[in-house]
């Protein structure tokens, strides 16, 4: 397996990665490991709040999560509350003794009784209440719009933290696993030089070569990114000529077996292969002469490059993240769902307000076929009605009241003003 490597753009792609080979028992390098990701601030708030569902008379526990949950509470509040001290709930304490304004009541009201639910929830569920109903995306979307931090990098993290929570059972099983991991990566670079799979970032992989070389996530957005792109329309090529030539280093580093891996859907969205990889395929499979574009393109999809055993370069496209390459068929999915997600496709019905898993808040625009167009403020996003509806990734979305914003009520109508 030495002579055997998987390349990424993005360091973020390793921790997925890591997480499912070491399920499988595949011993692996990690040429540039970070392990920023396990102290990451989104990782340790979302410990936090599951830390909450177990006790909720630690003042000093919740105040860490509560501003960025739904409601809000004063500097002076949160003083208050740690005068008061523990021994009784923080809610109990926050509802009966601080001074609160009307509309502070009914979120910690549902707060209280969200967290309630929570206790001894699985923690892939627990993860997709923290996100919705108790607040938590909404609250980093604001962060992103104040601080300038890149909102796909932190939905990224916390998509992240639920497929290493997919299949565990206990919320404690779940932070051993994180603590597993941290260990795992830390402890990979002894396995440098020996029998193991070397995990890259493209840039880290200049000068090496392997026998067998799997470049993963080539998608439209990843490489190029949608950064790449923006700055090559406005004129600036400097970034999407790096992207290029991070391709071609990938590219490069096989000896004699490539493996250009991408998918077609991502958090229910349909998503689109780089062009990088419609190029290779054009290369590999050019279109007869005075064949037109669509023979092109029908040429390019039905490439030998997808056949099992060649010893050339090939294209294989996975239906699913983390699904074997080779399987063209969707992976049964086995992970629970919120119990906020919507499950059926009358559900699905134009106006309606939603969060999705991913995205955040938006409204259904049409159903149509197999798709349900959502608009996601100035966007909007076709999603796969099946994936949706299989792995919960669309949910009901709530006020701060926590109550359901149905299509006629005045939440939904507000939604709508600052959405269009």
């Not at 966007?379 to 299509?407: F, M, N, S, V």
Request: hydrophobic content about 35%; aromatic content about 6%; some cysteine.
């Amino acid at each position: 397996m030495r002579e055997i490597a998987v390349l990424y753009r993005n360091n973020a792609s390793s921790i997925s990665l890591m997480n499912e080979f070491d399920r499988a028992g595949i011993p692996f390098y990690m040429k540039d490991a970070d392990n920023r990701f396990f102290s990451h601030w989104v990782v340790e708030d979302i410990l936090n709040f599951l830390r909450m569902t177990f006790t909720d008379k630690r003042p000093e526990l919740f105040i860490k999560v509560c501003r960025k949950m739904n409601g809000y509470l004063t500097g002076r509040q949160v003083e208050r509350l740690l005068e008061l001290g523990g021994g009784q709930s923080v809610f109990d304490t926050l509802l009966t003794r601080v001074p609160l304004k009307d509309y502070q009541i009914k979120p910690l009201e549902s707060a209280r009784e969200t967290f309630g639910r929570m206790a001894g929830m699985p923690p892939l569920a627990a993860i997709r209440l923290i996100r919705s109903r108790l607040g938590y995306e909404k609250a980093i979307e604001k962060m992103c719009e104040r601080l300038g931090f890149r909102k796909e990098y932190l939905i990224g993290i916390l998509n992240t933290l639920e497929e290493i929570a997919d299949t565990l059972e206990t919320m404690e099983a779940f932070a051993a696993r994180l603590k597993h991991l941290e260990t795992a990566l830390r402890t990979s670079k002894f396995n440098k030089n020996t029998n193991a799979v070397t995990f890259s970032t493209l840039h880290s992989a200049k000068g090496l070569e392997f026998e067998q070389v799997y470049m993963i996530d080539l998608i439209d957005g990843i490489l190029p990114s949608a950064d790449d792109r923006k700055k090559d329309a406005e004129g600036e090529r400097g970034q999407m000529e790096e992207a290029v030539r991070l391709f071609y280093v990938g590219m490069t580093r096989a000896k004699s077996r490539l493996e250009l891996l991408l998918y077609k859907e991502r958090d229910g969205e349909l998503v689109k292969e780089s062009d990088f990889v419609t190029h290779v395929r054009h290369l590999q499979r050019p279109a007869k002469p005075g064949a037109g574009t669509g023979q092109a393109a029908r040429a390019a999809d039905s490439s030998g490059l997808r056949r099992e055993g060649e010893p050339r370069a090939g294209t294989r496209q996975s239906e699913h993240r983390g699904g074997p390459a080779a399987v063209r068929q969707r992976p049964e999915f086995r992970g629970t769902v919120s119990p906020e997600a919507l499950r059926t496709r009358e559900e699905l019905t134009a106006g309606r307000a939603v969060r999705h898993t991913a995205f955040g808040a938006g409204q259904i625009v049409e159903v149509k076929g197999e798709q349900v167009r959502v608009r996601f403020g100035e966007t909007e996003k076709a999603l796969l009605i099946a994936a949706c509806l299989e792995r919960g990734l669309l949910e009901r979305l709530t006020g701060e009241d926590g109550q359901p914003l149905d299509e006629g009520g005045d939440g939904a109508r507000r939604m709508r003003l600052t959405s269009s």
